[in-house]
Each structure stands twice: as C-alpha cells, then as structure tokens.
C-alpha cells in the first residue's frame, strides 16, 4: 500500500489553473544549483565592495536584511530543495572571505577565538554579519524552496507524520520571521542623549543633552555634551581604553555634575560613536591623539566661547591627557587625572605581584597556578598567555575596572549593550571600535605600555589633581602616588578613594563631585590626602 491516494478531478483542476498562470523555470539539479551559487556569489562581490568590514551602521544593516532574503528566496526557487538553505549561505561567505582578502581589520582578519579579544571580533564581526545577513538567506530559501513545491508538485495527500513535519518546519519559519522582524525594529529604533532630569524625573528647564557629530582632523567624530547652563565651565572628559569610551557607564553609575559643568564625553578616534575601520593607519598615533585632544579642546572654547576648560582623562585618557595639557597649558584651568597612568609596563608587574599575593591568601590555588604559568614580561608586547589572563586575574582580584566588579561580561559588556543612548549599531561599533584601536598594526597599546610619564611629562603649568581608588593596580595606585610626588605644578592634590579601583568617579560618585566643586572650581587642594 502506498501513503499517497490520486488527487481528485478537482485538486488537479486546480492544480492546473495555477501552473497556466504562472511557473518558475524547472531546471536539471546541476544547473539549478549552479545558478543559485552564482545568485549568492554575485551579492556576495558587491557586498564585499560595499561594506569589506561587514554593517557599520543601520541603513547597511537594514538593507542587508532584504538582500539576503532576495538572494536565499532565489536560491530556494531554483534548487526548489532546502538543501538551498545551507548551499547560498555557503557560496555567500566562501565568495565574500575570497574577495575581501587583503583588508585588515578585527573583523576581517583570521578567526582565532582563543586569541585575546578573538572571540569579541568573531561576535561583532561575523558574527553580526551572518545575522544581519545569513540568517535572512536561510528563511528566503526555505520560503523560496516550499513555495516553488507548492506550485510545480502534484497535490498528495499527507499523513498525519507529513502534515506533523511540515507545521513544524512552518512554525519554525514563523518563529524565525518574527525574530527577524523584531532585530529589524531594534536596529531601526532611533537613540539620542538621555536627558537631565530632576529628582521627580522631568526634564529640567533650559537643560541640554546633545549627541553630535564632528569634524576633528579629517576624521568624523561623536560626543556627548550635556549640561543646565551654556555658560558654565566646560569640562572635557578623555576616555580610557584605547578604544573605550565611559559615557555609557553614567547610566549604572550617575554622576551630578551638570549644575556646575558642561560636560563633554567625546568618543576618540576610532572608537564609539568615531568607529571607522577606514580611518589611515598612519594617524593611529599616541602623537595623533593628543593632536586630537587639543583640537576638540579648541573647537569646545570657540563653541561656548570660552577661554579655557577643565580637562579630565582617565586611564589611557590620562597618557594622552596630561601631555596635551603639558603642551598647550594656556588652554586648561586643571588637569584631572583618573586612575592616573604613570609607566604602564612597571604597573603591569606590580599587578602581578599583588594578585600572586591575593590569591595565595584567598588560598586559590588554581588562579595561582594559572598566573605563574603567564607572568607579564618587562618589555612589550606583554605575552599574548599574560594578555588572555589579564582582565580575568585583575577583576577577580578587585583591582579592576571597579572594585566590586567580579567580571567583565556583567560589569561591563552586558551594561553597555542596555545602554539606551546608542542606536544597536552604535553598539556594535563600541565593541568593534576597541578591537581596533588595540590592533597591533598601530601599536598603541605597547608605546603606551613603555611610556614612562615621570619623565615624559615631569612638569605641569595647571593645577593637577589625581583621583585614584586605593585598590587600583590596572594603574597602580604606588605608581600614581610616586609620578604625583615628583611631578612639578604650582598646584596639585591627590585624592585617595578607599574604596575604589580603577573607576573612583563612578564607585564614588559623591566624593568626586565635592572634589570638583570645592577644590577643581576654586584651585584648592582642601580635600586632599
């Protein structure tokens, strides 16, 4: 006995009413596949021309979606197999990796999930690629595939393991097309500033919350600018990484400095909202940098015409900060320093020492053994096993990017992808814009590393302050308290926070804004260790 009875008269008369009113070319199999890879092949070459790094923003992201489906549904019409699901997705990728060969990038270069900051360029790579991408060219074959078999197949009668099969695989589909329809709508949703509001949560009167965009030495730069008075001091805030802007920790830590300052918190070349893989290599410079610092500084002075500003920088922010202001003091009332950098390599070793020490005392004797195993050398590049450890070992430790924070998943990467100030790919470019800026190629990180700032910048013609968490030895703490000693300025205050690491101004909060306003604002020191 077979599964299948004969159509009746009517189901074949139907059957045949549609196929005189349209039909899809019915290919051989070898031709039909040949030709759907060149479908996929063809988007693929002019995808890789168009965007080589994969979606930067949301337009090519948005339009990524239809073309993968245009070019899966095609597929699927012609192989009329599902086998088109796995067969276009493949030509795709095998012809985009062949024609973007030869351009650098974390989201080009060869996959390596184990190597530090691998797995991070994968998912924003690729990875977000295939989603954008892929993902739509799977459910376009599928449709293509079941609607090509609906209209050039003989009608059967299913049994109930048929029909169980085919509302599943079309559940299955729907599921699928509503998700893509849902990641459709998140990367469309429209993100500005949030606000200054007031303990009753309205927005206050004659306050301003700005995200802009400008020109800063050729290349595209973003900034936060927020505050409640246009003429009040400005104060420029210099993100560490390099390549990590902080404004989106102000939505988990909140800082109330907007009554007295402007505050600015521009993203760096490269990084955040200036995340442009294309930027010349050859401006990716400590040098370029601190050019960049001086030229926000002016264009801010020109647009609240004012004289000077106060500049705060912390970690790698600080390298590049307190040289600007070496350099061109006459355009700073102070100079802020922020989990200060002080020689980075020397910092390294002390970190070591402490967490060996730590851990030995918590009596963990794997994390122990794991760090002797990877010891930091005393030149860079710091070894690529120290490297993997790092972030692990220093917030395990509590000397990390806050003092409570255990991991970098929760207390960073997690938080900054609820942040509802950035659009979903300005969310994605904060990620990409860190890999890079670490990129070897412009070793930023490793000058960083081997600059001893004691003697690179030994005199500062502002008044300094340093504010800096006690338990910090991403930029250790003794290294801070040794270059403020010696450092030369007329006035200077160094501000122990007991209970901070790397991040004082946003573990304490309060005591950072009664720094500012007592001791920044009137050039005191009163509050000081």
Request: proline share 6%.
């Amino acid at each position: 006995m077979t599964d299948e009875s004969p159509p009746t008269e009517a189901a074949q008369g139907e059957f045949d009413a549609h196929q005189r009113t349209f039909r899809w070319p019915v290919l051989d199999w070898r031709m039909a596949v040949g030709a759907a890879a060149v479908v996929a092949g063809l988007a693929a070459l002019v995808t890789s021309w168009w965007m080589p790094h994969g979606p930067m923003a949301s337009t090519e992201a948005l339009t990524a979606m239809p073309i993968g489906a245009a070019v899966g549904f095609v597929a699927g019409r012609t192989v009329r197999s599902r086998w088109a699901m796995v067969l276009a997705p493949v030509a795709y990728v095998l012809v985009f990796e062949l024609a973007r060969l030869g351009v650098d990038g974390p989201s080009t270069d060869a996959i390596s999930l184990t190597a530090p900051g691998g797995f991070l360029a994968f998912i924003f790579g690729r990875g977000f690629h295939g989603l954008v991408g892929l993902l739509p060219m799977v459910l376009g074959a599928a449709f293509g595939a079941a609607l090509t078999r609906e209209t050039t197949d003989e009608p059967r009668h299913r049994t109930w393991s048929n029909r169980l099969g085919l509302y599943t695989r079309r559940s299955m589909a729907a599921i699928s097309l509503v998700a893509l329809v849902a990641l459709a709508i998140v990367i469309a949703r429209p993100a500005a500033a949030e606000p200054i509001r007031d303990e009753k949560g309205d927005t206050v009167a004659g306050s301003f919350s700005e995200k802009i965009h400008v020109d800063i030495n050729g290349v595209d730069m973003g900034m936060f600018i927020k505050g409640t008075n246009a003429d009040n001091p400005v104060l420029l805030f210099v993100h560490g990484g390099p390549g990590m802007p902080e404004y989106w920790m102000t939505q988990r830590h909140p800082i109330d400095i907007y009554d007295e300052f402007t505050v600015v918190w521009w993203d760096q070349r490269g990084a955040g909202l200036s995340y442009d893989p294309d930027i010349a290599p050859e401006t990716m410079t400590a040098e370029q940098f601190v050019d960049d610092t001086l030229s926000v500084t002016r264009y801010l002075l020109d647009r609240f015409d004012q004289d000077k500003l106060y500049l705060m920088a912390h970690s790698w922010g600080s390298y590049i900060g307190i040289q600007a202001v070496s350099r061109a003091p006459e355009l700073y009332s102070a100079y802020i320093g922020v989990g200060q950098m002080t020689y980075q390599i020397e910092s390294e070793q002390l970190a070591y020492e402490y967490a060996i020490a730590h851990f030995n005392e918590l009596g963990d004797d794997r994390m122990v053994r794991r760090l002797e195993a990877a010891p930091p050398s005393t030149s860079a590049p710091l070894p690529s096993s120290y490297m993997a450890l790092r972030d692990d070992y220093m917030h395990k430790a509590g000397i990390g990017t806050t003092h409570a924070m255990r991991s970098v998943i929760s207390g960073v990467f997690l938080p900054s992808l609820r942040s509802s100030d950035y659009t979903a790919m300005e969310k994605v470019n904060l990620w990409r814009g860190k890999l890079f800026s670490r990129l070897d190629t412009f070793g930023l990180w490793d000058t960083m590393l081997m600059t001893d700032l004691r003697r690179e910048v030994p005199r500062v013609d502002v008044p300094v302050y340093f504010l800096h968490g006690r338990y910090d030895y991403t930029c250790a703490y003794p290294l801070a308290k040794d270059y403020f000693d010696a450092l030369d300025a007329s006035v200077k205050g160094f501000y122990t926070f007991e209970n901070s690491a790397h991040s004082p101004i946003f573990e304490e909060p309060e005591r950072t804004v009664a720094i500012l306003v007592r001791d920044v604002l009137n050039g005191d020191t009163s509050l000081s260790d």
